[in-house]
């Protein structure tokens, strides 16, 4: 990799993100401000009388994440590693995703979404990352 970009998360010449550490940390910090303006939008919306408060669908938070992990996508050049790795990703990630929505079907779908956000994130970014690399390093 060659010379790196200043900023957060760290990302080299072309505009890859450098470390898992920092693909994660971002899309987590993403995932959070995700959540509290949900329940920013949620608790106006419950004073209002406009319904009752976690009603809803806490997957919406995963909208910051998955803007992070389309830019560092396109960063890299096109070619079967950067496909590979972002359809296992997504595959593995919404069934984590679901899985743990399952899991939690006694919380409101703002919290019970959230969760399977927080899960498709954590998953997906690990997949993405591994596996970009990986692959990117077999194919040459």
């Keep these: ?3 790196q970009r200043s ?6 010449a072309e505009g890859r993100i ?3 550490g920092d693909l994660l940390g971002v899309s987590l910090a993403g995932l ?4 509290l303006a949900l329940v ?8 209002m009388g406009a319904g009752g408060f976690g009603r809803t669908n806490g997957w919406l ?5 998955v803007w992070l992990f389309w830019d560092d996508f396109r960063a890299w050049e096109f070619g079967a ?5 972002a359809l296992g990703g997504l595959a593995v990630g919404v069934v984590a995703g679901l899985l743990a929505a399952g899991l939690a079907t006694g919380l409101p779908p703002l919290l019970s979404g959230a969760l399977a ?6 998953v997906y970014a690990v997949i993405w990352f591994q596996g970009v690399h990986w692959l990117a390093r077999r194919t040459g």
């Design 7 to 12: 900023g957060f998360p760290r990302r080299d």
């Design 32 to 35: 959070v401000i995700g959540v």
């Design 61 to 65: 938070a995963v909208i910051l994440p």
């Design 1 to 3: 990799m060659s010379e």
């Design 18 to 20: 450098l470390t898992l």
């Design 40 to 47: 920013l939008f949620e608790w106006a919306f419950a004073t």
């Design 81 to 85: 590693a950067r496909v590979m790795a």
């Design 117 to 122: 956000a927080a899960v498709f994130t954590v």
